[in-house]
């Protein structure tokens, strides 16, 4: 992770990798199908998933596809 984010930045990193991870695992699927269901690399989903990346909207927008969800509930993970 660069070091130029604050703690704030790393805290919001790591907490969307994490509802990522949860929506993941509550659909049964493994890193590996879904970075095949969203064409992307099953290494940067790992990556993304313990925080190490700040994911792209578009890349976003693609695992919210591959989860069946909007993007908009996507976010709703501060009001469960």
């Given amino acids: 992770m ?4 604050s703690k704030e ?3 919001l ?3 969307v990798g994490a509802r990522i991870r949860e929506l993941r695992s509550n659909s049964g699927l493994s890193q ?5 269901k969203c064409n ?3 290494t940067y989903i790992g990556s993304v998933e313990r925080g ?3 994911i792209a909207i578009i890349n976003l927008k693609k695992i919210s596809i591959a989860l069946d969800i ?3 509930q ?3 993970f501060d009001h469960e």
């Fill in 2 to 5: 660069r070091k130029s984010y």
């Fill in 9 to 11: 930045d790393k805290d």
């Fill in 13 to 15: 990193l790591i907490k």
């Fill in 32 to 36: 590996e199908k879904l970075s095949f």
């Fill in 40 to 42: 992307l690399d099953r």
């Fill in 52 to 54: 190490e990346r700040n």
């Fill in 70 to 72: 909007s993007i908009s």
């Fill in 74 to 76: 996507f976010f709703n």
